[in-house]
Structure formats: C-alpha cells, structure tokens
T-cell receptor, first 117, second 113 residues
Framework: DQQVKQNSPSLSVQEGRISILNCDYT??????FLWYKKYPAEGPTFLIS?????DKNEDGRFTVFLNKSAKHLSLHIVPSQPGDSAVYFC????????????????FGQGTILTVHP | DAGITQSPRHKVTETGTPVTLRCHQT?????MYWYRQDPGHGLRLIHY???????DKGEVSDGYSVSRSKTEDFLLTLESATSSQTSVYFC????????????FGSGTRLTVV
C-alpha cells in the first residue's frame, strides 16, 4: 500500500514559468515532509522540508505548501530553470510520537520535471 | 562531498549467488539506511541502523541482511540473488535520525541475470 503518492509521473514546463509538483499521503502519523531532487546517476539531494505545524515553507525559488486536512503537499518552483530538470521525490515521516521513527522516510514514486528553455 | 561512498557502483551477478554492497561514511553519523529505487515505486527502505550492531528491518527486507560492525560501514548482503533484486541501491546517512534530511550516496546499480 503506497502511503505517499505522486500521481503525476512527469511534468513539462517552460523556463520562467511556475512548476507545481504534487504529493498525497494517507498515513495520519506522518508529520514531517521533505522534498528531494535527483539527477541521473546521482543520489537524491535534500531540497526543502516542512513540519506539520506549518502550512508553508519557503527557500528561495522553492516553496512547499502543506494541507493537512487534505493530506496533500505541493512544491512550487518559481521561476523554473532548465537546471531544475530532474526527478523530484516527496517523502514523509512520523516524528517521535511515543516511539522513535529513526528517521525512516517513506518516499513517493517520483515526478520527472522537464523545464524547456 | 558529504563523505559517503558506495561500492561497487555497478555489478552484474548471476541468480543464486551472494552479493555484498558496501556503504562507507566519514561523517561519523549514527544513522545509516539502505534503500532500493525501482520504477513506479520510488525509494523503499530495506534496512536501517541506529548504531553499531543496532539494525532493523524496513519495508522490503525479505532476501536481504545487513551488518554494521563499526560506525563508518554498513553492509547490505543479498544471500542468494534473484532477478527481482535487480535495482539501484542507495545508502543514506543521517546525524539525528529525525527531522533533518538524509545525505545519499551515488548508488549501486545491481543487475541479477
């Protein structure tokens, strides 16, 4: 059972426009969320995160929005650049809710973003 | 570079043979993880370690074992490789185990024929 889902396998946008990547989760215990970016033949790299006590976190061109009631998060990239072309994974974890998560992240399937010049 | 190295980077092996993948870190991080990446599944946790000799199973642990005899090394062993274990394997490290992001290695592409 896929607890974290990225329903769009791919997304294509024009340089300078906004890219919006979406992620849905089903596990109510998840309360910390992360986005990773992956280039071919490399490991994923951390991009941005958000705690469930917030509904928005911004870092430069990257903003993550969290809608807890809908169990939905999104990553906005503005403006998009050709170098942003990569696979984007969202991930989720419960924080220490009476137990210890040991940082075990549950990942979505990934979305391939292509930014055209 | 974050000081995490996976070896080998590529390996082709035959069904039924044992295979060991190595993850080596120079960051002295407590937590280490093995994930596999497959199309349509993203990354799935195989095993993880929260200290020397302290390991536990992840989501897809069947057919895999791990060992961590020292802080810097986390070994993943496929006791008897099967074609379903053809995948890209990523090791990751974390200092706190929670809240902070992982640092991933560059991956090992394993093909079982």
């Amino acid at each position: 059972d896929q607890q974290v889902k990225q329903n769009s396998p791919s997304l294509s946008v024009q340089e300078g426009r906004i890219s919006i990547l979406n992620c849905d989760y089903t596990n109510s215990m998840f309360d910390y969320f992360l986005w990773y970016k992956k280039y071919p033949a490399e490991g994923p790299t951390f991009l941005i995160s958000i705690s469930s006590i917030k509904d928005k976190n911004e870092d430069g061109r990257f903003t993550v929005f969290l809608n807890k009631s809908a169990k939905h998060l999104s990553l906005h990239i503005v403006p998009s650049q050709p170098g942003d072309s990569a696979v984007y994974f969202c991930a989720a974890t419960p924080t220490n809710a009476g137990g210890t998560s040991y940082g075990k992240l549950t990942f979505g399937q990934g979305t391939i973003l292509t930014v055209h010049p | 570079d974050a000081g995490i190295t996976q070896s080998p980077r590529h390996k082709v092996t035959e069904t039924g043979t044992p295979v060991t993948l190595r993850c080596h870190q120079t960051e002295n991080h407590r937590y280490m993880y093995w994930y596999r990446q497959d199309p349509g599944h993203g990354l799935r946790l195989i095993h993880y370690s929260y200290g020397v000799k302290d390991t536990d199973k992840g989501e897809v642990s069947d057919g895999y074992s791990v060992s961590r005899s020292k802080t810097e090394d986390f070994l993943l062993t496929l006791e008897s490789a099967t074609s379903s274990q053809t995948s890209v394997y990523f090791c990751a490290i974390s200092s706190t185990g929670q809240m902070s992001g992982y640092t991933f290695g560059s991956g090992t592409r394993l093909t079982v024929v």
